[in-house]
């Protein structure tokens, strides 16, 4: 039963890949209704690199869980990162929350620190949001900085 899961978990995000960052997929995961949102394309800020794949799961419980790889051409950079969620008329109705606060100030920042210039990091993340709009959430955008 377990290998059965993990074959259809392989599936789900074999498709999901397959989508662009405006269309989720529908899924389950823990019994909880789920989309995913993938980055089918390179996005840059400054000297920093996002690789196409980078993609957000957002959980009908309020989660949120982030996997993408991303690099600088420079040493001891950082990539930062905002996750807005929108609906269908493209306007945001909220935004994902780190788990992990790094910052006070702005709980909806995610960073990941690029200490060499000559390696890809692999950046898990995870992240909270109003339940409540998972049924509203059609689209997602990401704010960038490095």
Request: net charge positive; with cysteine; charged share 25%.
């Amino acid at each position: 039963m377990r290998d059965i899961r993990r074959m259809v978990g392989a599936a789900a995000a074999t498709l999901a890949l397959a989508a662009g960052p405006v269309l989720p997929a529908t899924g389950t995961a823990h019994a909880l209704a789920s989309k995913t949102f993938t980055w089918n394309k390179v996005m840059t800020a400054g000297d920093c690199t996002m690789f196409e794949g980078a993609r957000w799961t957002l959980y009908s419980d309020g989660t949120a869980t982030f996997d993408g790889t991303v690099t600088s051409g420079d040493d001891n950079d950082a990539w930062l990162m905002w996750a807005y969620l929108k609906d269908s008329g493209n306007a945001v109705i909220g935004v994902v929350t780190n788990d992990r606060v790094q910052d006070r100030a702005d709980r909806g920042k995610f960073v990941k620190n690029l200490p060499s210039e000559t390696q890809r990091y692999r950046w898990f993340a995870s992240g909270r949001f109003d339940a409540r709009t998972f049924h509203l959430v059609r689209r997602m955008s990401l704010g960038k900085h490095c």
